[in-house]
């Protein structure tokens, strides 16, 4: 990296007098100064290793000196032009510091179930400081889980993370005994990343006797040992309800992530990206995704009820000639969806696509969206987007279209640098 000249603000300069005044004690330095030792220099110390050139003018004569940034190397030089001297003050500086000033990676241990195997591999590929473990994934007689976690001394010390979908009640004690147990090997932190938190649409009681249970599975969460680091971090994506972040106790730290970045990367990718308008299906998708995307001409739609039927019409913006994306967080059956294309179609859009965060699909119920690459939207999607928030589904539509799997691996891999 090419050298850089700058003077230093007072406050910097009063540091360094603060800081060094125990080597740099003589107003016109003339002879070597005393070094610090310093760790042993590794391979990749000296590929990070930069350099920035300051003058210091807090002694009596200007100094020139130059500064290695990865171990604070101040070194005299007799003119601004010539190389550093051999003389040195050498002195190893806040670890933490240095790391951010180099863009150090923090390794994290990434466990995952037989589900996200795909996607932790994904993830892992982002950052080589991620490194899978694996589990051993067994079933007693009885059916009860026979569970191992392979060199478990060896992650002591370590910071821990574990990729879980919970895309059924069967699966979900055999990981919540894992994830109950790896925070107690002595781990530095743990980190739970649950990209679909799956019981998030029955966060309320209508009628007495209802039963909310994502507050139930939030408690459960909420009930993971700490670690040595502190509470144990969950990081999820467009949780159904905002309001869902208070059902979390304090011995848990939720981190909520959104797919919708991914969607905008790729609209921007699309050859009619100044034609893009985007649908929200309800007020409350609405609320939920219109600051993200706010920079696109924006259709509200809403469900009214006529007669016994409950029909969706366009409550606010014009589709006319344009293609609109319709957004949500989650679908399941899509009849929600399905009426807001024919709507859209009815009012004169030209092309209709959809995305969702979490394409759960019940009972294969993505079949009944047909793809639509001519022209008529009436028949079908240009495209449905999906993430890969459910393996299951993601791998059972991954070539079929109109669906497109956007990966949320950069997204997790990022979020576990934390």
Known sequence: MAATRFLPSSSTTNNFNNGFSHALNSPKPKHSFPSLPLPKSSADDCRRRIQVRSEIK??????????????????????????????????????????????????????????????????????????????????????????????AHGIRGQH??????????????????????????????????????????????????????????????????????????????????LQERFYFGDNILPCFESGIP??????????????????????????????????????????????DQRIVRIKEGDPGGRHVVIVDDLVQSGGTLVECQKVLASHGAAKISAYVTHGIFPNRSWERFEHDNEGHPENGLTYFWITDSCPLTAQQVKYKAPFEVLSLAGSIAATLQI
Not at 89 to 108: F, I, L, P, R
Not at 118 to 132: G, P, R, S, T, Y
Not at 184 to 202: A, D, E, I, R, Y
Not at 267 to 295: C, V
Request: glycine letters at 4%; hydrophobic letters at 40%.
């Open 58 to 151: 807090s002694f009596e004569n200007s100094q020139n000196w130059a500064v290695e940034a990865d171990r604070f190397r101040f070194v005299q030089s007799s003119s601004p032009h010539s190389p550093p001297s051999t003389s040195s003050v050498s002195m190893a500086a806040s670890s933490s510091a240095m790391e951010s000033a180099v863009g150090a990676t923090k390794k994290v241990c990434l466990f995952y179930c037989a589900e996200t195997k795909a996607l932790a591999e994904k993830v892992a590929a982002q950052f080589d400081a991620i490194k899978l473990c694996s589990i051993t994934w067994r079933k007693f007689d009885d059916g009860f889980p026979n569970l191992f976690i392979p060199n």
């Open 160 to 241: 821990v993370a574990f990729l879980a979908s919970f895309s059924s009640p069967g699966v979900i004690f055999e990981q919540l005994s894992v994830i109950y147990a790896l925070p107690k090997l002595f781990v530095s932190s743990f980190t739970l990343v649950l990209p679909f938190f799956p019981t998030g649409t029955s966060e309320r009681m209508e009628d007495e006797g209802d039963v909310a249970t994502a507050f139930t599975l939030a408690r459960a969460l909420s009930n993971i040992p700490i670690s040595r680091g502190g509470p144990t971090s969950l990081v999820t994506f467009d949780i159904h309800a």
């Open 262 to 307: 991914l969607l905008k990367n790729r609209l921007q990718e699309l050859p009619d990206s100044h034609n893009i308008s985007i649908a929200f299906p309800d007020d409350g998708a609405w609320k939920r995704f219109h600051k993200q995307l706010q920079h696109f001409p924006t259709i509200i739609c809403a469900k009214v009820r006529e007669g």
